[in-house]
């Protein structure tokens, strides 16, 4: 289990023909109930930023710092896309907010894949009814998002953080392109733990500087970086011990 672990998450993966070879594009972290709960983001610091980042930290400030949901495309980065870029991004948002039940603002978008291509975005807007449809509880859903996030990956990546009386999940896709301040990268976590936007903002940032940030293997940082935390509070207020080891799959 990953991001399903924590109480509160639902996960799925689908396919809707970005990847030539059929294998799931789609990936999709939302909370149970579709209701908006605390978030943060930690973004690339390229200043050729891609549009699912713009998309992102515009739905982010517009709602103070809250997301129920993170949608996710593979295949294709959507970057240097121009405006057609950003309004695909916005209806990728708006097409998986109809599903859930939220507003398309409480949506934050990610894509990872080849740069400078259109997206097929009536591909995407066809399969998200489906991966909406296919979002679930359990190892089967982080699984399945783990996977359908993948590009050059090798194998899917995901963790389990147990704590003091909550827990942290996450899944991550990245194997180049990596540098200092992220590269290639695409992260989602979510827990059961209370936290304020700002007080998540402040720890997803430093966990970053010291886990992400560290790393380095070409010197090259990608457009379309982004580590996402969202938290649903179910844990209650004594989510603030230190975590235990971590448990990775």
């Known amino acids: 289990m990953s991001v399903t672990a924590p ?40 200043k050729a930023t891609a549009a699912p980042v713009n998309v992102s930290r515009r739905h982010l400030k517009a709602t103070g710092g809250y997301a129920a949901a993170v949608v996710l495309n593979s295949g294709n980065a959507n970057a240097a896309t121009g405006l057609a870029g950003d309004e695909h991004a916005e209806r990728m948002c708006a097409l998986t907010a109809e599903g859930l039940g939220c507003a398309p603002n409480e949506v934050l978008v990610c894509s990872t894949g080849l740069i400078g291509i259109p997206l097929a975005i009536a591909k995407v807007a066809a399969g998200i009814p489906a991966l909406v449809q296919a979002r679930t509880g359990g190892p089967d859903g982080g699984q399945a998002a783990a996977q359908a996030i993948m590009t050059t990956d090798t194998r899917s990546k995901q963790v389990v953080v147990p704590g003091r009386g909550f827990t942290v999940g996450g899944l991550a896709k990245g194997a180049a392109m990596l540098a200092p301040n992220m590269a ?66």
């Open 184 to 249: 290639t990268m695409l992260a989602v976590l979510t827990t059961d733990a209370a936290a304020e936007p700002a007080t998540l903002q402040r720890a997803l940032r430093d966990a970053v500087s010291r886990s992400f940030n560290q790393m380095t293997v070409d010197g090259c940082t990608s457009t379309n970086d982004t580590v996402i935390v969202l938290a649903c509070g179910r844990a209650g207020a004594g989510a603030g011990a230190p975590p235990r080891r971590p448990r990775w799959s």
């Open 7 to 46: 109480e509160g998450f639902v996960a799925g993966g689908a396919a809707c023909g970005l990847k030539s070879t059929g294998a799931p594009d789609l990936s999709l972290v939302a909370t149970a109930d579709g209701r908006p709960v605390p978030a943060a983001a930690v973004f690339t610091t390229n």
